[in-house]
């Protein structure tokens, strides 16, 4: 997975990643990260098969997200991160 952070916004690249794999990385990531990261932009593609992109939108499930986005670009989903929001 390649990960990177702009401000309060991750991007999580899980191109090339088996299904099992990704959702773990996913899920080992977002209880990992600081409380102040917002957003998680998840670049899962579609273009070489549905698999990966039907596990974050359907199956991917943590505490943290509030909700997730789909994106009019089919190839990535952002999920709303709940986290301290009083600072």
Not at 9 to 24: G, L, Q, S
Not at 45 to 52: R, V
Not at 56 to 66: A, F, M, Q, W, Y
């Given at each position: 997975?390649?990960?990177?952070?702009?401000?309060?916004?991750?991007?999580?690249?899980?191109?090339?990643?088996?299904?099992?794999?990704?959702?773990?990385?996913?899920?080992?990531?977002?209880s990992s990260a600081d409380k102040n990261v917002t957003e998680i932009m998840v670049i899962h593609?579609?273009?070489?098969?549905?698999?990966?992109?039907?596990?974050?939108?359907?199956?991917?499930?943590?505490?943290?997200?509030?909700?997730?986005?789909?994106?009019?670009?089919?190839?990535?989903?952002?999920?709303?991160?709940?986290?301290?929001?009083?600072?």
């Open positions: 997975m390649i990960v990177t952070k702009d401000g309060n916004t991750i991007t999580a690249d899980i191109h090339e990643m088996r299904v099992a794999e990704a959702k773990k990385a996913l899920e080992r990531f977002i593609g579609y273009s070489g098969g549905q698999a990966l992109k039907n596990m974050v939108r359907n199956k991917l499930s943590h505490p943290r997200i509030e909700r997730k986005i789909l994106s009019m670009n089919h190839g990535e989903t952002t999920l709303l991160i709940k986290g301290d929001r009083s600072r």
